[in-house]
């Protein structure tokens, strides 16, 4: 690392940067999309596999009242589907249907349709477009070694 630059002012700049794209890229409407809080169910029960609500919450963080709305709301939609426990026929656990799947992916595709729009806008050389392509590796491995 170059003796003149401060590894607490990199990590300052970083994550001011990235806090605010992610903050902006997380703000895209999508056509029927989803909601936060749905986005967040989905992905952590895309993420996680068939798990129960309240298990879902611990992992959001909140509480199995506001998960269970989210859920109803994705379920409604066809988005989640419910299934008795293999393991407990008690308890029911929450799957993603392929619906659901794809209003991910349709998320993903919206959010890197706008970075695309906006690296495209002139707004950035050539070359500063090489350092951004150099920088994903980068900050995944910084992301990895947190």
């Given at each position: ?7 607490d002012e990199v990590a300052s700049v970083l994550l001011a940067g990235l806090s605010v794209l992610v903050r902006r890229v997380r ?120």
């Open positions: 690392m170059n003796d003149d630059l401060d590894p703000q895209v409407p999508v056509d029927g999309g989803l909601t936060m809080p749905e986005r967040t169910a989905l992905s952590r029960l895309d993420r996680l596999g068939p798990t129960t609500s309240s298990a879902l919450a611990r992992e959001a963080q909140i509480t199995a009242q506001a998960m269970g709305a989210t859920l109803g709301a994705l379920r409604s939609r066809g988005l989640v589907e419910r299934h008795p426990d293999p393991d407990d026929g008690r308890r029911m656990v929450l799957s993603v249907t392929e619906a659901g799947l794809q209003a991910l992916q349709d998320k993903r595709n919206a959010r890197v349709d706008l970075i695309a729009r906006a690296l495209t806008s002139s707004a950035f050389t050539q070359a500063e477009l090489e350092l951004l392509a150099e920088a994903g590796p980068l900050l995944e491995r910084l992301a990895q070694s947190i």
